[in-house]
Structure formats: C-alpha cells, structure tokens
C-alpha cells in the first residue's frame, strides 16, 4: 500500500512556462510535508515543505499547495528554468513517526530552453 | 554547518558478503535516517535513530540493519549480500521532530555482484 504517490513519472515544460508537480497521499495522520529535488549521483535536496495548519506556502519562484479534504498537493514552479530539470520527490510525514518520511516514487521533470 | 557525510561512496561487493556504510549527521543534530534507493523507485524507509535508539523501522528484513554513536553518527549493515541490494542508500539528519525538515548526504552507491 504506497501512502504518498506522484502519478506522473515525468513532466515536460518550457523555459518560462508553469511546471505543476502533483501528489496524493492516503494516510489522514500526515501532517507535514515536503518536496525534494534531485540530481543523479547527489542526494536529494529539500526544496519547500508545508505543515497541514496552511493551504498554501511560496518561496521564491516555489509555491506548495495543499488540500486536506482531498489530500492531495502540488508544487507550482513559475517561471520554470532549464536547472530546474530534475527528479522531484513528495514527502510526508506525521506526529507519530517524527524521523520517518514517506517517499513518493518522484516526477522527473524537463525545462526544455 | 558541514552538511551530512556519508563514507564511503561508491561500493561492490560479491553476494553473501557483508558490508557497512556510515553517516555522519549535521553538528547537533540527534536523528539519522537511512533509505535505499532502487532504480525508477523512490526512496523506501529502513530505519530512524534518534539518541542512540531505533526509533523508526520499515519493512526490510533482519539481514539490514544499524546503530547510532553517543556522537550521532550512525552506521549501517547489510550481511549476507544479494544481488537485489545494489541500490544508493542515502541517510538523512535532522533534529527528529516531525516537522523538521531531513538533511541528506551524497548517498554511497553499493554495487552487489
């Protein structure tokens, strides 16, 4: 049973245009989470995260949306750059696992210049 | 700060051998996590120490495991090697509250031949 899922293994944008990066998770006892880029070879490096008391956190050209009733959020980069071009993971985590995340299988995302 | 370490990075080792991996957390930090990361999948939990305790643990089995220092370095063995093990194994620090965000090292690459 995966808990936190990124339907979209990939995702295609143009330089300057919106990347929406999207994730669903099932387990009501979540409340924060985070997203992480990654290059091959490196681990992955925290980008933004939101705790559940918020719908929405902006940081720079990265905004998290978060919608409880559907659980479900979304990474909104705008304007998107060719560096922007890696695998980005959704995380999770809860009151009762503080130390433990669970990981989406990651979205690789492409900025075409 | 110096960021999370992880000694040593790249690794091949033969089936049936043993190996251990180590990672040093960030200065103050009490928690370190270890994933591993399979091609094409995500990063699956194995397990969280948090002041020299196992706090969290996923769902590998007994031929993984770890131990934390007094210093918070953590180390991390696999025995009895197979070749589905080849994987990059990443360990994450924090300050082991849940809403903390996890700091990861480079990863150490073990290649199971």
């Known amino acids: 049973d995966q808990q936190v899922k990124q339907n979209s293994p990939s995702l295609s944008v143009q330089e300057g245009r919106i990347s929406i990066l999207n994730c669903d998770y099932t387990?009501?006892?979540?409340?924060?989470f985070l997203w992480y880029k990654k290059y091959p070879a490196e681990g992955p490096t925290f980008l933004i995260s939101?705790?559940?008391?918020?719908d929405k956190n902006e940081d720079g050209r990265f905004t998290v949306f978060l919608n409880k009733s559907a659980k479900h959020l979304s990474l909104h980069i705008v304007p998107s750059q060719p560096g922007d071009s890696a695998v980005y993971f959704c995380?999770?985590?809860?009151?009762?696992?503080?130390?433990?995340?669970?990981f989406g299988d990651g979205t690789t995302l492409t900025v075409k210049p | 700060k110096a960021g999370v370490t992880q000694t040593p990075r790249y690794l091949i080792k033969t089936r049936g051998q043993q190996v251990t991996l180590s990672c040093s957390p960030i200065?103050?930090?009490?928690?370190v996590s270890w994933y591993q990361q399979t091609p094409g999948q995500g990063l699956q939990f194995l397990f969280e120490?948090?002041?020299?305790?196992?706090?969290n643990k996923g769902n590998f089995p007994g031929r993984f495991s770890g131990r934390q220092f007094s210093n918070s370095r953590s180390e991390m063995n696999v025995s009895t090697l197979e070749l589905g093990d080849s994987a990059l194994y990443l360990c994450?620090?924090?300050?082991?509250?849940?809403?903390?965000?996890?700091?990861f090292g480079p990863g150490t690459r073990l290649t199971v031949l």
């Open positions: 994450a620090s924090s300050s082991g509250t849940n809403t903390d965000t996890q700091y």
């Open positions: 939101i705790s559940s008391i918020k």
């Open positions: 120490y948090f002041s020299e305790t196992q706090r």
């Open positions: 995380a999770a985590s809860g009151n009762t696992n503080a130390g433990k995340s669970t």
């Open positions: 387990n009501s006892m979540f409340d924060y």
């Open positions: 200065s103050g930090h009490r928690s």
